[in-house]
């Protein structure tokens, strides 16, 4: 028994030890085929010298950001501070004009007009209470003093500041007519700026109406008086370069109610020509009920204007009527959608009695 038992363990032992000797031969050959990871030599420390430059560049360029950034701010302010400067001494020069023509002129001139403000560097001067007009403004744009980039490209370019002064007459007030002086170049530009002067109007040279060459006059009523009179012309003339353009018309496409305006447009060189445009333009204006028209050129610019009416007319009922089918199909849809499955089905069954009923009685009239 006991030499049984010894065998067997004997032979245990052996088995266990072949055992530990093929685990061992297995990991060896693992060992070989996985590849070892290569030795890697460790970072040597950046100098201390080189860690300092980094930051004091980065360091740089944050301060000259910031520093931009404060000359941006700086100088919009100072620009802006700078345009609201320059519309009030502009205003000075309007007021001779707006207190002669206008309610306002029962102040004293040495009161400042008001001058509002629509953004930083576009201001209005409104006038009102005239027996003839209905409003007038005195528009100025100026260069962006307040943007560093734009007011450094038009000090590159020569840009100018620019008045623009509108004047809305009363209804039956203006003459039925439309008349324009502009630049040759600026012709294109003012066409599609103002449709009715394609619509209605005729253009002739500037020397055929005693201006110069560079100019056109576009008009639908030549041989009217007192709109390019000779204050006019002498003053187109004497500002070639700073007049842009200026519009009388009765049909005008942009405002609204009335279509009656006035409106002239120039570049500002000094305060002479802002007292010069305003006396102009308002003085004409107050006398615009004496414009007079050919009699065969009235009756023919009447007639053209009355068929315009006309068709605007038709126009608008016709608009008016596609609205209300357009609604009454609306609340039509809204009550289908609100019936029941019963009551949607009788109201179908109903349509279709009618629509045969209508066939029914066409067949028999034929």
């Known amino acids: 028994m006991k030499l049984l038992l010894l065998t067997g363990l004997l032979l245990l032992s052996t088995l266990a030890q072949e055992t530990n000797e093929d ?11 996985t590849p070892q990871p290569e030795f890697v030599r460790p970072r040597k420390p950046q100098p201390a ?23 941006y701010f700086v100088y919009f302010f100072i ?12 205003a000075h020069f309007a007021h001779a004009a707006i207190f002669k023509y206008f309610k306002k002129g029962n102040r004293k001139s040495e009161v400042p007009v008001g001058i509002m403000s629509v953004s930083c560097n576009n ?8 027996p003839l007009i209905k409003g007038a403004c005195l528009n100025f744009n100026l260069v962006k003093r307040q943007e560093l980039f734009s007011h450094l490209f038009s000090l590159i370019t020569k840009q100018q500041d620019e008045l623009v002064i509108d004047v809305v007459f009363n209804k039956g007030i203006a003459p039925p007519c439309i008349y324009g002086i502009c630049k040759s170049k600026q012709e294109k530009k003012l066409k599609k700026q103002y449709s009715e002067i394609a619509k209605f109007c005729k253009t002739r040279n500037g020397a055929q109406m005693k201006l110069s060459e560079k100019f056109v006059v576009f008009s639908d009523a030549f041989d009217s008086t007192g709109i390019l009179n000779q204050p006019m012309i002498d003053f187109i003339n004497l500002y070639e370069k700073e007049f842009n353009y200026f519009i009388l018309s009765d ?5 609204r109610d009335e279509k009656s305006l006035m409106r ?25 009920n004496k414009v007079t028209i050919k009699p065969y ?10 068929e315009i009416q006309e068709e605007e007319e038709k126009e608008k009922a016709k608009k008016i009527r596609e609205e209300n089918a357009e609604r009454m199909e609306k609340e039509k849809a809204m009550k289908i959608n609100a019936m029941t499955p019963d009551e949607r089905r009788k109201y179908e069954e109903k349509q279709r009695n009618k629509l045969v009923k209508r066939k029914q009685v066409k067949v028999r009239m034929g």
């Not at 560049?57 to 000359?71: G, Q, R």
């Not at 201001?123 to 005239?130: G, N, P, Q, S």
């Open 23 to 33: 685990l061992q031969d297995f990991n060896e050959e693992e060992n070989l085929q």
């Open 264 to 288: 002239c447009s120039i570049k500002i060189c000094d305060g002479e020509i802002i007292s010069k445009v305003s006396s102009l333009i308002f003085g004409l204006a107050d006398s615009i």
């Open 251 to 255: 049909q005008s496409s942009s405002i």
């Open 49 to 71: 010298s080189e860690r300092k430059d980094v930051n004091s560049k980065s360091y740089k360029i944050e301060y000259i950001t910031f520093f931009l950034v404060i000359v």
């Open 123 to 130: 201001f209005v001067i409104e006038c009102y209470d005239h």
């Open 297 to 306: 050129l009235l009756e023919k610019c009447k007639a053209i204007r009355a």
């Open 79 to 90: 620009g802006k501070s700078s345009n609201s400067s320059v519309v009030t001494e502009y």
